[in-house]
Every structure is written in structure tokens, then in C-alpha cells.
């Protein structure tokens, strides 16, 4: 029923074959935008999206492509207020607190008034390992029966990760080879991993020299780091991790900071806030970054003068604008795939 | 201008002639939706829905058939933060507290940018014989020009109540004569009436031997309960009231099980909730329930392990998804009838 | 790149010309609405609106008209549980607090995925000279690079004053030299400036002879008063200002009713509305207004009772849903302009 593949969760769905022609069809779109608008490859079509937290660019770059595609994007916010009705995701729990709905009902009956469905589920920073078994995007996948596209999960941000996969392309021409450093940064809160984990299986994808800084007791998870190591090694990339954020940015050709809690910190979020501002001299500043030399980039929402000084911010350096253009690009060629058995 | 009827809040316009055209359109557009879809009759066309409480189904369904049909779903979310105002709705009241919009005024002005209007707006479990006058839908209902769908009152939710019509009917092919059981169960809080009332009209209409089973304090609006008994009357069927929750399941071939709130504890929402703990035995089980003879119902969402076991909602026995996925037809027949005058 | 002008955030751009061309253009459309609908001229187009406070009006029929003119309206929810980040606005701020997004990025990424915006953005209620630069707005005109629209500002309300407009030349046919009255009027709590503003710069564009009245301290914005004072003498008419309610009622062909706080209580709001409750008997009645012989208007939501009683709101001589009903056919007006370089 589904052309190449029916689920884009993880983002390694399909491994290098189909993030290559994602890329591609990503880079076809984008050059002719108007062309693609007159076929309407999602003409008709319905995608229903869970949101369990707030957003910003997913939501309206995923709206704005549904339509310009010739599909329909439901929006849903999960429990707030007069949205939706909260939902529980645990298997064999009994139901008797605030949850009014299983993610188990939810799933069937959103898949048989949609063609896909989305949702964005953060972490709940309660348990690290737990977290990284993703249980509600798991249950979503397990229970509905239309294809599926995580807008963030507590593991992976895949459609975040091809927007900067898209964006080193565009900036470096041919990635292999050069130089890409993962900076921790300072964070009034405790955030996830959730895109750490896709920036660096998108640098290893593109086969750059990939060099993860962090504080100690900020290690990522580590089997995404295996598979990142794994990605190095067969597209002739590296991995490399240090706790020192001068020596790691001084040959990056891009420096992309983001902020993330410590797995030492779950369950108890004040304490990771305060173990951020111990590290507040991490703010990337012109001490670690030269904007004549370097690119500089970020997810986004930025903490500006807390995670980036403003200076790098606004400066040409800057690629956090054309990362978030890339996300339109990319996310309709993955609702193309996803949704047109045709593609 | 409008072809049949120009409002569907009770689920009883247009009768028994109406409902049958309902029960055939739907069926028809399950059939074969492309055709529909390729048709749009409602082409250009704009439902504005107020949604004075949660909703995944109703506001899922609804927008994605709107959208196949040809037409837009306004989702308003009252009073919730930044949604709409916060609305009053009693005649006559001096505007200085909370609400900063009166529905006569909304009523109008909605009117005016819309084909049609729709609004779900719960009891609010004060005032039992209060909530039965349905003030809300009613105010609406006077003051709009335009096509009126309730999308769950006080006291109705005909669109779950012409999905269970259409679910009983293909699970049982001819309905006359068959038993029907509708069952309370326990819930943490105080729910409506508004479920129980339509699935209780439903089976009426259908010709079957409604058996309502609760325990004492639970009776429903007496009004219904007569409108029932006349429909039972015509169409051949009988209504019997109970309190004995396993002799009521014995030969039903389906039990459809709900949970609502006692009328003896509106105004004291706590107590309410006490009183449903009392009678926590009521939970369907295989006790009470044989996943091999019987169908089980339920309008979801359910509290698992709460109102049913989940070795009965898992089981084949469920016809659960079967009554979300006729929300989508039935709703989409409902529109066509409402907004479209060639129908 | 765009034909006439690229923003409507006050109201005042393009000066008289473009205004009679909105309002030239917004009574074509709603004399012949399906002859637009048909010719579609926002195919393919989208807007995305942040909204920072509630909306009913507004919203609505924005929705509607980017639907039936062939487009698409983002509604964005700003920092409202599971809608958008909470959006910080000030230049060079340390973001450590609660706002997780600066206008800056979110101005340049919604420019990416739109062919327009639009924001309501109210007053803060903490300082009115800074209120009065309307800081969000103009951060956002600011930093976006595509056209945009205001749905409120602190300091305008520019749909709400084409509406008057429109609703002010339909009921007097010529209204030059005829006589609008701006009546301060009490409400439970402290509300903006914006819709005096722009209800009296909509009057003083129509060369009427406008009569503001208002208890001592609620003062509007001086420079506003100036505009309004320098569009008068262009066309013809006059603005005075009094304290006296009843006098300046007696010879108004229209009373424009509207709640405003004193200009004396910003950052202090419970102040505001003990002071607003100074001038109860305010509340336009029968002692102020003559339903034979005037017409009265309010932009909506009104506070029954409190702003006006009800026998006026319920009359003929209330043009409240004539108000709300042009709001659409403005609207329209203002996005073919703003998104469609052929009008």
C-alpha cells in the first residue's frame, strides 16, 4: 500500500537510499515550488497531528505544506483545555486519574479519519531510559494503521534532522570530510535529546568529522551514538566526544549548539537547571566562535544571550534561518512519500 | 432555503423519515467516498464549530469530512486562553464577571461568516433538570440564521447517536426484535446523560428490546425516557428498565456501556464521583459479559479497566472502532442534508 | 513586489486614496461575493496569524475569507499551553525567563512558510507611552519580508475601523458634516485604546463632525488625536472632545459606545477598574439615546448591560451585526490587496 515506506520516526527508516532521495526530491521541490502546487501530489488528502507541546515551525511548516500539496492538516493539542481529551499511553493501565483517552482507541480512530498521522511527544524528563524507549510514539505506531511522521518524539527530531542535513549540503557543497562540532549550551530549563540525536545522525549521514562537546554528565544515549559511529564509519566520517568547548569548536567548519539536560538530572528537573548554570560560560560566544570563518547553527526556538550571543545570532554566519526554510522543503517530500504511493 | 431541516441538535428532527435518509446517504458515501469527494456538494461551503469542552472524534471527523467534501471546518476553542472569548448565555444577565461575549451577539456575527454553525457544549453538572432545558444549544439555536449540528449538548449527542444506529445495523443486519442493553459503569468523575440519551433513542428507533440497566439514582431524564418508549411502540421494539447489571446482560446481543453522572448529585460534583465509587463492581467484565456471544459498545472515550476490562475492548467482541469510524459517514450525511439544498 | 502597499498595521497607510480603494473594493465583493469565490485570487495562498490574545470576530473571519478567496489561514495560539512558544519582544533581552522564542527568528521563519502574516497583539496594560509604540508590531513588521496585517494592536484595530467605515457610509449615504459620537462607556475591567482609535480615525476620514466623550483621565493617545484632527480638516469635518455624556449624545446621528481605560492607571489595573466603576451610570441608556431617531455602534464583544443596556443592543437602531458582517467583506478587501499584486 505504501510505496517505500509507511513511518518516519527515528529517521533511519529507509537508511541512506531514501534519505538521499528525500535530499533530493527536497532540493527538486524547493527549486520549483509552483510545479509541485499544480500536480497536488496530496490532493484530498488528510494528516492528523498530535501536539503534546508547544511548536512553532512543525506545526506551521507542516500546515502550510499539507495545503500548498492540496491536503488538509488537523491540527490537535492534546489536553489543553478545550482541545483534546489528555491521553494515556502506558499499556494495561487502569484508568482511573486525569487521562481521559487511550493512545490505543486514539490511534484507530485517527487513522480511520486520516491518511497519515503525526504527533510531537516530548520527553517527559522524568526517566532517561524510559524516555529512550519513546513509548508514546511507540504505542501511536503500534495502534494506527495509516503511515505515521514523528514532529518530535524523546529520541529523535527526523524532520529537524534533514533540514540540517539540507542546510550543511547547501553550505559546504560536499560535507565529507569537514569539520562539524555539537555544542552543549546553557538552558534556564532541563530540555531533551531529542535533537542532539538527529544533528549528529545527520553530520555522520553526510560523512562529516563529527565532535560532540558536552559537560560532563551530558552524554547523549548511547546506542545513537553507536549508530552514529556506525553511519562515520561506512560514509568515511568520525565521531569524536570531549568535554572542552574551545578545543572542539576551533577547527569546526559549523558549530551547531543546543542545549540538553543531563541524564543525571531525570526526575529531578530543578536539580538539572541548576547543574546548567554551572556551565553558563558555555554560551557560544566570540571567545569559542569567529563569524568570519565559521557557521553557526541551531534548531530553534534560541534562548538568545543564554544558549548563542546575539552577535552570532545576527551575524552572516548565522545558518538558523535557512535551517527553517529547509523544513518546509523537506517535510513535503517526506509527506509525499508518506502519503503518494505514486512517489 | 434549506432543504429538509435546518438544525440536528436533538437527533429527533425530520423523525423516523430523516433518520432512515441519514442511515441510506451515509451508507451510500461509505460505499464509495471518491465519488462524493470528486462531487464536493460542499464546495466553498463553512462550518464555524464552537467547542465549549474537549473533543478528539467529533472535531476530527468533522474537519476532515468538511474538507473532503469540499468545505472548512472554523474551529473555536471558547474561552480558552487564547481562543475565543469566554461566553455567556443566560437571557437577560448583567455582563460584569467573567464572559465577555453573549451568545446572541455571537450567534449573528457567526452566522454571518458561515454556512453553518455547530457547538459542543457539555452540562455543566449543576442543576440536572436545568441542564435538561439545554440553555446553550438553545440560545444558539434561536439567535443564528444559519444551519444548526450539535456536536454533543446537556442532554444529546445525535452524531453518536446515528453512528451506533449505523454500527448496530451492519453488526446485526435486522436490529427488530434483538436486544440491546445499555449498561452503567463506573467512572473517577461525574459525566452527561447526553451519550446514554442518544444511544437509548437509537436502539428505539431501531425496533429493539432496550434493556437500561443502573443502579438506583441513576435514572435518565424521564422526558427521553417517554420519547423512547413511543418510538419503541411504532417501531415494535420495548424499553424495560432495570438495576441488576448481570441479569441486564444475560441475553443482550449487545451491551452498549456508559458511564453518567446520578441526577441526585448535581451541584455536588464530589459526591457524584463517591457515588460512582460504590458501585465499582459495575465494571463489564466477563462476569457479566461473553466475549463470544455478545458486542460490546462504547462511544469512547473509554477509561480503560474502569468502565470494561480490556480483555473485552481488545477482544473481537469490540465494535468500538466501527462506531468512530460511522461518526465520519454519518457526519458527512448530516452536512450534505444540513448545507447542501440539492440533497 | 507588492502592488500598493505591503503592511496594514495602522490603518493609515496608503492615506485616503487606498482607504476609499478598501472601501470601493470591499463593496464589490459583497455585492457580487461568488464572482470572487470563483476567480479565486488567494489560490494557493497563506497566511499565518499569531494570536497573542483571544478572538472571536476577528478570527473567524479571517478563517473564512482566506478559505473562500482560495486560501489558507495558520491560526497560531502564542504561549497558550500545547499552541506556539511564549514570544519574547524586546531588542537585546537575556532570554532566562519564560519566553522560549524571540520575534526576531519566529518574524523570519513564519516569512518562510507564509505569503503573509498578521498578529493581535493587545496592550500590556503596564505603560501607556510604551504601549502606545506598539512594540510587538512593529518588531514583527520589522523583521518580516512579507506582507503584513494587524487583527489589534495596543494602539489600532485597522479591520475594525474599515468595518466602521463601511457600516457608517451604508446607514448615512453621505456622511459628511452629519454628527458621530465616541461615548466612553464603564466595563468590569481595563481595556485598550485601539478600537477608539481607530473608530475615530474612521469617522474623521468620512469628513463627519466627531464629538469624543469621555469622563475625566481617559484621554486618548495625543498624537492619534492629531491625525484624527488633520484628516477632519482635509475632509471637511471636526473633532471636539467634552466630559459630558449627555450633551454629547444629544444632536449624534450615531453613538459610538466603546469601554476604554484611563491612560492614569496603566500598571495599575485593579486602580483601573475601580476607577472605570467611578462612572457607572456611563452605561448608555435611554437617559443618553433615542431609539427612534440615532444608531448605535460597538465593535463586540460588548458587556450587556454594563456598556450599554440591552432595549438599545436589541433594537433596530442597533447596527452591531452590520458592523460584525462588513468585517468580512473588509477583510477580504485588505488580503487581495496585501497578497495579490494584480489588484
Chains 1, 2, 3 share one sequence.
Not at 487502569?94 to 482507541?105: F, P, Y
Not at 503525526?118 to 524528563?125: C, G, H, N
Not at 495502534?143 to 540540517?164: I, K, N, T, W
Not at 560535507?175 to 562540532?181: A, D, E, H, V, W
Request: glycine share 8%; proline share 4%; hydrophobic share 40%.
Amino acid at each position: 500500500m505504501h510505496n517505500q515506506f509507511s513511518q518516519y520516526i527515528s529517521g533511519l527508516e529507509g537508511g541512506q537510499d531514501l534519505f538521499w532521495s528525500l535530499m533530493y526530491l527536497a532540493n527538486e521541490i524547493k527549486k520549483n515550488p509552483e510545479s509541485f502546487y499544480q500536480a497536488a501530489p496530496l490532493k484530498g488528502k488528510v494528516m492528523s497531528a498530535l501536539f503534546l507541546n508547544p511548536s512553532l515551525r512543525t506545526r506551521t511548516s507542516m500546515e502550510t505544506a499539507l495545503f500548498r500539496l492540496g491536503g488538509h492538516l488537523n491540527v490537535l493539542q492534546v489536553g489543553g483545555g478545550n482541545g483534546t481529551w489528555g491521553m494515556a499511553f502506558e499499556k494495561g493501565v487502569k484508568m482511573d486519574g486525569m487521562e481521559a483517552e487511550h493512545i490505543i482507541e486514539a490511534a484507530g480512530v485517527l487513522s480511520s479519519y486520516s491518511d497519515a498521522l503525526a504527533m510531537r511527544s516530548f520527553s517527559t524528563m522524568s526517566d532517561f531510559k524510559k524516555d529512550m524507549q519513546d513509548q508514546a510514539m511507540q504505542a501511536l505506531a503500534q495502534h494506527s494503521s495509516v503511515p505515521l511522521l514523528s514532529l518530535e518524539s524523546a529520541r529523535y527530531h527526523p524532520c529537524q534532522g534533514l533540514a540540517d542535513a539540507l542546510t550543511i549540503k547547501e553550505y559546504l557543497g560536499e560535507p565529507k570530510g569537514r569539520n562539524f562540532t555539537l555544542a552543549w549550551a546553557p538552558h534556564p530549563k532541563m530540555c531533551g535529546v531529542a535533537v542532539p540525536h538527529s544533528a549528529l545522525l545527520a553530520a555522520a549521514r553526510l560523512g562529516m568529522n563529527v565532535n560532540v562537546v558536552h559537560p560532563p554528565g551530558y552524554e547523549l544515549d548511547p546506542e545513537v551514538m553507536i549508530t552514529a559511529e556506525q553511519l562515520a564509519q561506512v560514509e568515511g566520517g568520525s565521531i569524536t566526544v570531549s568535554n572542552d568547548l574551545s578545543a572542539g569548536c576551533q577547527d569546526a567548519d559549523i558549530v551547531y549548539a543546543k542545549a540538553w539536560g543531563s541524564h543525571l538530572d531525570y526526575g529531578q528537573t530543578a536539580q538539572g537547571s541548576l547543574r546548567n548554570q554551572e556551565y553558563q560560560d558555555w554560551t557560544l560566544s566570540s571567545k569559542y566562535f569567529d563569524i568570519e570563518k565559521q557557521a553557526f547553527m541551531h534548531c530553534l526556538p534560541v534562548r538568545r544571550g543564554v544558549v548563542v550571543e546575539d552577535e552570532i545570532l545576527d551575524s552572516k554566519a548565522s545558518l538558523v534561518q535557512k535551517q527553517a526554510a529547509y523544513r518546509l522543503w523537506g517535510q513535503m517530500a517526506i509527506l509525499i512519500k508518506l502519503m503518494n504511493q505514486n512517489f
